[in-house]
């Protein structure tokens, strides 16, 4: 049987990253994300993103590119991410996150990002640099 998946996206606006701090579980809350969720079955993980993105912060968006790889979250569960565009709305913390924080490049590491989603970001961040 196949992984399941979660996606997650990192939305880039004006040269920042959007980070994400969770509300729950207990055991993530307060460790920052680049928002995303499971995906489901009959959607590609283009599709999951953009519903995941609309639903937990009522933006519309655009994946642009996945970045290289996938991570391991548990046993049978992996975690992939795309570089996302913004297309209209103004992220809020709608579901699952309780702030939201716009970072520079320069920014990144004040936040406590959850282990799994720091290659991403870092990758992310390569990216918002070289644009
Ligand atoms: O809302 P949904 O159940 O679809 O997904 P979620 O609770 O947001 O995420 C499912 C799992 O993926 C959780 O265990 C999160 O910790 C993990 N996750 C992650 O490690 N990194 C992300 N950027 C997003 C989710």
Do not use: F, N, Y
Request: hydrophobic fraction near 40%.
């Amino acid at each position: 049987m196949s992984d399941s998946v979660v996606v997650a996206g990192a939305v880039c606006d004006g040269g920042r990253l959007l980070a994400a701090r969770r509300s729950a579980p207990p055991e993530l809350a307060g460790r920052w994300e680049l928002p995303g969720g499971k995906q489901e079955p009959g959607e590609s993980g283009e599709q999951a993103l953009v519903r995941e993105l609309r639903e937990e912060l009522g933006v519309e968006a655009v994946p642009r590119e996945r970045i290289p790889g996938e991570w391991p979250l548990k046993p049978g569960l992996v975690l992939r991410v795309w570089t996302v565009r913004l297309v209209s709305g103004v992220p809020s913390p709608l579901e699952d996150h309780d702030e939201l924080r716009w970072l520079t490049p320069d920014e990144t590491d004040t936040v406590d990002w959850l282990d799994q989603d720091r290659p991403a970001v870092a990758e992310a961040v390569r990216r918002l640099r070289e644009a």
